[in-house]
């Protein structure tokens, strides 16, 4: 889902869309000219990489998300409780916000299951 910046409206307005098995929802609506305000949840099941042994395995999502979406550069001297997102070409696109909070999860440390249970240290030669 993509949406003109400008056609971002003042009043609050919902959206939803998934990706495999992850369900990205919530609200956005315009807070001044340059900025847009994005509450939603994450939901469902990622796929990640054990760091210990490789293998992949799923885990359960269900995070609150607070954003806020700059059309171009932002700048400001306040200390900022929101992440902020710059868009180029004014146009905020959905499906690219829930792909970089996907990937972010991702990068995270996950270990599988039997990884846990087996409490070994690993140790690395070079």
Known sequence: MKIEFRKIPLNSSSFEIDSNSVK???NFSKISSKLAKIEANLGGYCEVDCC?????F?????????????????SSTEEDEYIVVEVEDHIVDFHQIL????????????????CRADDNLVEIEY
Request: hydrophobic share 30%.
């Open 52 to 56: 210990k042994c490789g293998k992949e």
């Open 24 to 26: 990205f929802l919530g």
């Open 99 to 114: 792909d970089s909070e996907i990937e972010s999860l991702k990068s995270e440390y996950h270990i599988c299951d039997s």
């Open 58 to 74: 799923s885990i359960p999502l269900d995070e609150s998300i607070e954003l806020v979406v700059s059309d171009g550069i932002y």
